[in-house]
């Protein structure tokens, strides 16, 4: 069930607001991103996730896809789907055919997917790392760091896309050794919701057992 939470969450500690001096090169640019976002009513993306730890000689790749409207998602990966209203949040896991219902109360600390765009903003400090190319575009790459120095993980490599101000891919760093790089493949602004998107609807899965954790 928590399998998700690595994904997209970015499960990192937040603290009191950044007070360290940050990049202004950096900030611009993460605001311009963040607006981006923040304007489309929904949207949808395709992505890989890649897991990977060089000491464990580990690197696993899972896919997926999100669609996201304000404080609410609807996550599919790897055999399970989580929908999230804002106040209630079923876990399905496909294999065994059940849902588990439970209140949707955020860990301290938790970032889930609807906020991945604003993560910068409360807690980090952020830095300018250079220009790249990634799939033939240019991308500003910038680095985010927890101010809380027993977070697990260290650093967030974002790379935004020069021309568009879209995130492209970004990388978690955690202090175990884990490394998780998420690759967007297709997007999708302003992608059509309506009242049944962030909801769990039984009829659409035929003889599913229920589980309510509320």
Same mark, same amino acid.
């Given at each position: 069930?928590?399998?998700?939470?690595?994904?997209?969450?970015?499960?990192?500690?937040?603290?009191?607001?950044?007070?360290?001096?940050?990049?202004?090169?950096?900030?611009?640019?993460?605001?311009?991103?963040?607006?981006?976002?923040?304007?489309?009513?929904?949207?949808?993306?395709?992505?890989?996730?890649?897991? =990977?730890?060089?000491?464990?000689?580990?690197?696993?790749?899972?896919?997926?896809?999100?669609?996201?409207?304000?404080?609410?998602?609807?996550?599919?990966?790897?055999?399970? =789907? %989580?929908?999230?209203?804002?106040?209630?949040?079923?876990?399905?896991?496909?294999?065994?055919?059940?849902?588990?219902?439970?209140?949707?109360?955020? =860990?301290e600390g938790e %970032?889930?997917?609807?906020?991945?765009?604003?993560?910068?903003?409360?807690?980090?400090?952020?830095?300018?790392?250079?220009?790249?190319?990634?799939? +033939?575009?240019? *991308?500003? *790459?910038?680095?985010?760091?927890? =101010?809380?120095?027993?977070?697990?993980?260290?650093? !967030?490599?974002?790379? %935004?896309?020069?021309?568009?101000?879209? !995130?492209?891919?970004?990388?978690?760093?955690?202090?175990? +050794?884990?490394?998780?790089?998420?690759?967007?493949?297709?997007?999708?602004?302003?992608?059509?919701?309506?009242?049944?998107?962030?909801?769990?609807d039984k009829a659409?899965?035929?003889? !599913?057992?229920?589980?309510?954790?509320?």
């Open positions: 069930m928590k399998k998700y939470f690595a994904l997209l969450a970015l499960s990192v500690s937040l603290t009191s607001v950044a007070t360290a001096q940050q990049d202004p090169k950096a900030g611009k640019i993460l605001d311009q991103m963040s607006a981006k976002y923040q304007a489309m009513k929904a949207f949808k993306a395709t992505f890989t996730q890649t897991l =990977e730890n060089d000491a464990a000689k580990v690197k696993e790749n899972l896919s997926g896809d999100i669609t996201v409207s304000g404080q609410k998602f609807r996550l599919k990966m790897s055999g399970q =789907e %989580v929908i999230n209203n804002g106040k209630t949040m079923w876990t399905y896991m496909k294999s065994e055919n059940e849902v588990n219902i439970s209140d949707y109360e955020p =860990e %970032v889930s997917p609807s906020q991945i765009y604003t993560l910068y903003k409360k807690g980090y400090k952020y830095a300018y790392v250079q220009e790249a190319k990634e799939g +033939g575009e240019v *991308v500003d *790459v910038i680095d985010l760091s927890p =101010e809380d120095r027993n977070n697990p993980v260290y650093k !967030v490599r974002l790379k %935004v896309g020069r021309n568009d101000k879209a !995130v492209k891919s970004w990388q978690m760093f955690k202090k175990n +050794g884990n490394r998780y790089t998420y690759r967007i493949s297709k997007f999708q602004p302003n992608a059509p919701v309506d009242a049944t998107t962030f909801n769990f659409k899965y035929k003889g !599913v057992k229920v589980i309510d954790l509320r």
